[in-house]
């Protein structure tokens, strides 16, 4: 069996080293999206210090709207007063189902940006790569390729992580051994067992979180256009235009005791409602800013229903968990560095463990020969 494994471990590591190490270097990088847009875009993703207070949302909805009035507003990231990031708004064009990206200063409502497509900016487009290897919406190509392959990439890295610590399942004894003044094939097998052992953990979350993602987007676009439904293109505003959005803001936060709102999804489609979401006070760095939900009717502004992930259980909390997980943002920078060095190590696990396969495989001819 331990043979088997062996074998199989080796050949799933030759046939998908090359899309495995794009997608684990991409996301090695964007590990620190926020400081490397920081320092390609300072004018336009970050803000000056400042102690003037945020506008208020209505305001910066009425002022985004007659900036840009071939747009409708698809989502919004807002961030705290005092806070260096700029908002990200996301907008629809009119007469198509395309979402661009554009900031704002929210202390002004001025556009910091015109709105450009989502792979635009370079943190973006690797974004787009890091889930898809841009493969999705090619002609002659399934629509949702990209996520597809992510997927199995996914269940790869699971694999191999985990057929990797059942092969040397003694790795304890073993995982400071490093025969430098042995053969080359002697080096590369102890460099290969030591740092896929060390990196295995990392590996192991970003395996699940990243496969969860991808299962989950694919689920979502199938369950709403599985009929052959094509997506909603924007003709006309979905919500009310004099919706009082700061007076929603605060009935949510009175739904939950000490909420923090941090990303308006409005109404891209008919039917749907005017969504906050939104951090509750929790003392679990892992889960996210984005786990509890007050929904509103577009149109009246009525209140609809309330999600507080404090009262749901230990799956949905689980869940809820793999966003700062996969991007490794609950720890500070040590964390992010550590996310970012294991982002690299399959570069060195390919390297030296395709090298191994490679010599062994020439012994086992040679016997056989």
């Known amino acids: 069996m331990?043979?088997?494994l062996h074998k199989w471990h080796g050949w799933a590591g030759i046939i998908c080293m090359i899309p495995f190490l794009l997608i684990c270097l991409t996301g090695s990088i964007l590990v620190f999206k926020k400081e490397i847009d920081a320092l390609l875009l300072p004018s336009i993703a970050?803000?000056?210090?400042?102690?003037?207070p945020r506008l208020p949302l209505t305001e910066l909805t009425a002022k985004v709207n007659s900036q840009l009035p071939d747009y409708e507003f698809g989502s919004w990231e807002i961030f705290p007063a005092g806070h260096d990031e700029a908002d990200r708004i996301f907008m629809i064009k009119r007469g198509t189902d395309e979402?661009?990206?554009a900031h704002l200063n929210p202390y002004t409502g001025e556009l910091l940006s015109q709105p450009t497509e989502t792979g635009h900016y370079l943190t973006d487009w690797l974004v787009e790569f890091h889930y898809t290897l841009m493969l999705n919406d090619l002609k002659h190509l399934p629509e949702h390729l990209g996520l597809i392959i992510g997927l199995i990439l996914s269940i790869f890295l699971l694999f191999m992580g985990v057929s990797g610590l059942i092969m040397y399942r003694r790795f304890w004894a073993r995982l400071f051994t490093l025969r430098w003044n042995q053969r080359l094939l002697a080096v590369f097998s102890d460099l290969h067992k030591m740092v896929g052992t060390f990196a295995s953990p990392v590996l192991l979350v970003l395996a699940i979180t990243g496969g969860y993602y991808n299962i989950l987007i694919f689920y979502e676009e199938w369950t709403e256009h599985a009929d052959g439904a094509e997506h909603h293109i924007m003709t006309k505003?979905?919500?009310h235009t004099n919706l009082d959005i700061d007076s929603l803001?605060?009935?949510s936060q009175q739904r939950i005791d000490g909420f923090k709102p941090t990303y308006l999804l409005f109404p891209y489609e008919p039917e749907l409602p005017f969504t906050i979401f939104g951090r509750a006070p929790t003392a679990n760095p892992l889960l996210s800013n984005y786990g509890s939900v007050s929904n509103y009717d577009p149109h009246t502004g009525d209140y609809m229903s309330t999600y507080n992930?404090?009262?749901?259980?230990v799956g949905a909390k689980t869940l809820d968990s793999f966003r700062r997980l996969h991007f490794g943002?609950?720890?500070g920078l040590p964390v992010k560095i550590i996310w970012s060095i294991v982002g690299f190590t399959p570069l060195l696990l390919a390297i030296t463990g395709t090298y191994v396969w490679w010599q062994r495989r020439k012994k086992r001819v040679r016997r056989k020969a």
């Open 2 to 4: 331990r043979k088997t």
């Open 46 to 52: 970050t803000l000056p210090a400042t102690e003037q």
């Open 99 to 101: 979402w661009h990206k």
């Open 237 to 239: 505003r979905l919500y």
């Open 249 to 251: 803001v605060a009935d």
């Open 309 to 313: 992930l404090n009262e749901q259980g």
């Open 329 to 331: 943002t609950f720890g």
